[in-house]
């Protein structure tokens, strides 16, 4: 037992540097994709997600899967127009096994502080994007505001998807 634990813990500060440096790796493949499409690079832009990925923008309408997704986007990479997000403060995690992990980032974009969030899948060809999640931030005190901005569309699109005329 005195051996297995002397063993744990000269193995223990590996197994931390071995996650930071896949923490720190992922850190900038979510750059680089956050970037390619800043750049207008349609190419290293869904490189970088997953087959079968998908994106939910801020729309209720944009729920994407990888193509529909890239089939949306083309237009605004082939003007050289796609969209800048700036992450200014970023979490990850890893998963048991070390073939997933999430984060959640806060973004700086046109519309002001936005936060993403996503999960990543190691591939036979590295890290990939699988799920990813765009938000705005609302402050609390202005959220019955939003609402009234959104409610006669929200519920266009609740009636349209539930049936519910509501």
């Known amino acids: 037992m005195k051996r297995f634990s002397l063993l744990f813990m000269c193995c223990l500060p590996l197994m931390v540097a071995g996650q930071q440096a896949e923490k720190k790796h992922l850190d900038s493949l979510l750059t680089a ?10 190419d290293a832009y869904f490189g970088l997600m997953a087959p079968g990925g998908v994106f939910i923008g801020t729309d209720a309408s944009e729920n994407w899967d990888r193509e529909a997704f890239m089939e949306f986007s083309r237009p605004y990479f082939d003007q050289g127009k796609a ?8 979490n990850i995690y890893l998963g048991p096994g070390g073939k997933t992990a999430w984060f959640d980032e806060l973004l700086d974009t046109w519309m002001q502080l936005c ?18 999640v765009l938000s705005m931030t609302i ?28």
């Open 139 to 166: 402050p609390n005190e202005e959220v019955e505001g939003a609402v009234a901005l959104k409610r006669e569309r929200d519920s266009l699109v609740r009636a349209r998807l539930t049936g519910d005329g509501q």
């Open 83 to 90: 969209w800048s997000f700036r992450a200014i403060e970023r």
């Open 115 to 132: 936060r993403g969030s996503g999960t990543l899948v190691k591939t036979p060809e590295g890290w990939k994007i699988a799920h990813y």
């Open 33 to 42: 994709w956050h970037q390619a499409a800043s750049d207008a690079d349609f």
